[in-house]
């Protein structure tokens, strides 16, 4: 039940509008002055305050700003008997959810209870929604206990509290972006925006115009003013995948920001300032880029000032029985399956794959498991051929030597890693769809 709290000193107006407000269902608690408020605020989860702003003890538009400061959460209606705007004015600005006149508002004043019960369980559902996002991005989230992780884990720890540039390395599917979003929640920023952007995903002028925005008419096609990620980024953190795909135009254009913490939007003349911490990731070997003429060495020092790098799945063989039993348990929920254990011989020949795609890779694998799986266990059956029947050194039969056999196993991983995702596998393969479908049917994958 929903707990209204009246602050009037006068009794008999007081009991009044309480036996009002009981009429709609709601528990009011009362209090004729700010001593005997506090003490019930103190006691009792209140919802909403009404309060007179002449108290005998105090005034009710500075009550309402401590009050606020104190528990943000909850919402508070002031009543006078005699309204004038400055005192409305201040009472908004103090945080107050509205300030009406006593007995000339009094039939708006349970429509405004009802507005203001329902901003303070929006205040509360938001506080819950930002305590579940922050648990499910801490490192305590990270799944793994193997030594190798968990040195990457600890030097994350270490950064995340500075404003410090950090550099993810790994291989692809390790988990680059699931580090820079614990980096991001154990930072001062946590409370403002973490976007995300895929350097490889857009051609050159659109990703300019993706991550620094434009003026409208800058280009065909530029109706209006747009702004640029690292505007939506502003005093949050921004987190650049793929950083070695960046067009050499782009790459002067991130170590301005890097330096002076501006850029000028694609047909604009002035710069735009913002205050944004960078987190870049790649699977590259940056250093080898940098020779090869390919990527700035400014710009890499600029971006290296705290280097992770994160090991591959096949370097943690130890994490994948909780892994795959985290992702078991996602995919059963999502698919309205009891998934209760995943036999031994299913983790033994997890271990043993070389899990080139990591961890992306095994999230494949499972959701495909337990789709396949109709009892409460998933077993080797419900693995891909490939991950049943390794190939063992030495052992091979003169058909794994064949290149259909080598073709056919290679269009199997990729289709794992890609979940079945035909078109990208395609992509991926650099062969038309046409020729993926003929070749799945072919070899009967």
């Known amino acids: 039940m929903k707990k209204i709290l009246i602050v009037d000193d006068e009794e008999k107006l007081r009991g009044l509008m309480g036996r009002v407000i009981r009429l709609e269902g709601f528990e009011v608690i009362e209090a004729g ?59 908004i600005k103090n945080g107050a959810f509205d300030y009406i006149t006593k007995g000339d508002d009094n039939n708006k004043i349970i429509p405004l209870l009802y507005k203001a019960l329902e901003k303070a369980e929006l205040n509360r559902r938001v506080v819950r929604l930002e305590k579940q996002l922050g648990e499910r991005h801490s490192f305590d989230a990270i799944i793994g206990k193997s030594k190798r992780l968990q040195a990457s884990i600890e030097l994350a720890r270490r950064v995340a509290p500075t404003d410090t540039t950090v550099l993810l390395l790994g291989e692809t599917g390790t988990g680059k972006e699931v580090f820079a979003q614990s980096i991001h929640q154990a930072s001062a920023r946590a409370k403002k925006s973490f976007v995300a952007v895929n350097c490889s995903a857009f051609g050159k002028d659109l990703l300019e115009s993706e991550m620094f925005g434009h003026k409208a008419g800058a280009f065909t096609g530029a109706v209006r003013d747009k702004k640029g990620l ?88 130890a994490d994948i029985g909780a892994l795959a039993s985290s992702f078991a348990a996602q995919f059963a929920l999502k698919t309205n399956k009891k998934i209760t254990s995943l036999s031994a011989d299913f983790i033994t020949a997890l271990e043993k794959n070389p899990w080139n795609g ?32 390794p190939a063992q050194d030495g052992a091979r039969s003169l058909s794994a030597f064949s290149l259909a056999s080598a073709e056919k196993l290679h269009l199997q991983k990729v289709l794992n890693y890609t979940g079945g995702n035909k078109a990208e596998a395609a992509r991926l393969l650099e062969i038309g769809i046409a020729t993926l479908y003929r070749k799945i049917d072919e070899y009967k994958l």
């Not at 103190?42 to 009404?50: A, G, N």
């Not at 606020?68 to 705007?85: C, S």
């Not at 971006?303 to 790098?309: A, D, G, H, N």
């Not at 494949?364 to 077993?379: A, K, M």
């Open 33 to 91: 002055d700010v001593r005997t408020a506090w003490k019930k605020l103190d006691q009792l989860d209140i919802d909403v305050v009404l309060c007179d702003v002449k108290l005998p003890d105090g005034n009710g538009v500075e009550f309402s700003k401590a009050l606020k400061e104190k528990q943000p959460l909850l919402e508070v209606i002031l009543l006078t008997a005699y309204g004038n705007i400055p005192d409305g004015v201040q009472a």
């Open 230 to 317: 690292f505007e939506e980024a502003n005093n949050g953190t921004i987190f650049l995948d793929e950083i070695g795909e960046l067009a050499p135009e782009l790459q002067a254009k991130l170590l301005r920001v890097l330096e002076s913490g501006e850029f000028i939007k694609i047909g604009e003349t002035h710069p735009t300032k913002v205050n944004v911490r960078v987190i870049a990731a790649t699977h590259r070997d940056l250093p080898r880029q940098i020779e090869a003429g390919d990527f700035r060495s400014d710009l890499f020092y600029r971006l290296s000032v705290f280097q992770i790098t994160l090991p591959a799945l096949r370097e943690r063989t």
């Open 358 to 389: 990591n961890i992306r890779e095994l999230k494949n694998v499972i959701e495909r498991s337990v789709i396949l799986t109709d009892g409460p266990v998933l077993d080797v059956a419900s693995l891909p051929f490939e991950m049943q029947h």
